[in-house]
């Protein structure tokens, strides 16, 4: 629906498809479908959780299995056909039918989100850009034309986050409120909340737990947005619509989803030193000071948490090593936004993947700086620095968000913000002597190691296009440098430096400015992945790309 975006990636990914071995006409037999499943390590996910109490325990049960609701609330979300199609290959009892199965519930859907969703059951139509937030004849020109004869209430419902839109009997546009649309499964799960608030006994997650359910039924997250930033209890749960990524027309449609995990108080302890810095930062971002922030929001909660299950849009893919919410900009003004870091993931992922990447694409010289800590240390600054730059404009006296403005790309920016701008927060820490300098060229060198991992999930991921922008930047400006007689990747600590400076500040003007235009012309730019690289990416095909987690607690 947007060619001019997506034309020059969808080559890349086609051909990211075949280095990865995997093409959708072949796809439908066994062996190819082995081969797309090797890709993801299965691995145990779980936490030592006999320190709850006993009501948190039985709470904890409740929840898991509402988690469990998400799952399905969010398998009708992917596409119309979703759930008709699983209950068709839950029945076929054939190996090749169980090998179809075990891949659609790691993608949740009939799409291979590695291979920029290349159908991997035949029969199927390509994956709806509309997802099934829209009716799937309508074009993102009708919508608008729509809005505009809206009350600005009602284009603000039809903007907004929990709403589907439908046509009605004389096929207009109607907005339908996720209370109705989701409403058989919305009511049990609101039932299980209650039950799981009634059994623990920390007052925060009672609230938060009430208010959500009273969200299923209301249709109105504020509240249980509020309680939620407020949440401080050894049961850290995060449960409901949150991102909107799969609304690939405009990004305004929530997904839902769920995070049952512990908190992890010796980790949080250690992050909310490094929070108090971030006011300091954004003082000295690199952009012109009249698009700094000159007050944050005060005290914005980090979390370090083991997951203990995960359903709806956490599941499907490459797997969530770390969150930022909520999304709604009312609350991210009033109350800022809390991150939530999933430590037992990350571990996973740094020793299945991180690891035997680096092997293979790091110059030998610089291969022992590859590190567990600064690869954690990036995730958190990634977290915390969604929060910092702009994001209410004005633009011609008329009050908006870089979200409204950047629209289907705003993801893609955005993700590459949080990860570029990481990097020079952190090198600005580091030359002030508040965090050790010592570890400043393991965090590039493991960065540089992370980004063929990202590259590898796919381009037609924000965070994947996110990232092939980066790369071109830093390898355009020279802060990565391919050596030809070692076939491998080193980073030039003199002159990343100021490459990430750069990149930080062009990306953090454009949002700034609002200027949907020039963030598309810099993406276009930088979306080519280098020969080199992509002859390095071939050689990783046995690597797996992500790990699939298993729950014993869920059983
Ligand atoms: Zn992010």
Known sequence: M????????????????????????????????KSQIRRFAPTTLTA??????????????????ASRIMDSIYLRQVWDGNVALLHRLERDKTRLGQLRLQYFLINMGPWSRLDHNAPFISGVPKRPEEANYYPPDMTKEEFTRWVATLTE?????????FTTIRRDNDRHLMIVPYSTEYKELLEPAAQLLQEAASLTENASLKNYLTQR????????????????????????????????????LFNYKAAFEAFITLRNDEETQK????????????????????????????????????????GGEATPGVKTAAFNLPNDERITREKGSKRVMLKNVQEAKFNTILKPIAKVVVDP????????????????????????????LT?????????????????????????????????????????????????????????????????NDAH?????????????????????????YMVDFEKIKPAVRQLTGEIMTIQAEGNYDRAKTLLKRYSALPAEMQSLLKKLTTIPVDIQPMFPLAH
């Open 365 to 392: 010289r610089q291969q022992s700086l590859i590190a567990f800590e600064p690869f954690f240390t990036h995730i958190l600054a990634h977290e915390l620095m969604h929060g910092l730059g702009p994001h209410t």
């Open 395 to 459: 633009l011609n006296g008329r009050e908006t968000t870089v979200r409204q403005e950047m629209k289907e790309i705003g993801s893609a920016l955005e993700e590459a913000k949080a990860d570029i701008s990481s990097l020079f927060a952190l090198q600005y820490l580091m030359d002030k002597g508040y965090i050790d300098k010592e570890k400043e060229r393991q965090l590039y060198v493991t960065y540089l190691a992370s980004m063929f991992r990202t590259v590898r999930f796919g381009l």
């Open 48 to 65: 030592d959780t006999s320190r709850l109490s006993r009501g948190d325990q039985a709470a904890l049960k409740k929840l898991i299995e």
């Open 271 to 310: 992050l909310e030193n490094f929070s108090s810095y971030l006011q300091e930062i954004e003082d000295n971002l690199p952009i012109d000071p009249k698009y700094r922030n000159p007050k944050l929001g005060a005290s914005a909660p980090i979390r370090v948490v083991d997951e203990l299950y995960a």
């Open 213 to 248: 359910a009273k969200a299923f039924f209301s249709n109105n997250y504020y509240e249980s947005d509020i309680a939620w930033m407020d949440l401080d209890s050894p049961l850290d749960v995060t449960i409901g619509p949150y991102e909107v990524y799969m609304d690939e």
């Open 153 to 161: 209430d009602e284009q603000e419902k039809a903007r907004g986050f």
């Open 2 to 33: 947007h060619p001019e975006h997506h034309k020059p990636l969808f080559a890349l990914s086609l051909f990211l498809s075949l280095i990865l071995c995997v093409s959708s006409s072949h796809a439908s037999n066994a062996a190819a479908l």
């Open 464 to 488: 994947g296009k996110g990232m092939v922008l980066q790369f071109n930047y830093l390898v355009d400006k020279d802060g990565i440098v391919f050596d030809k007689s070692r076939r491998s």
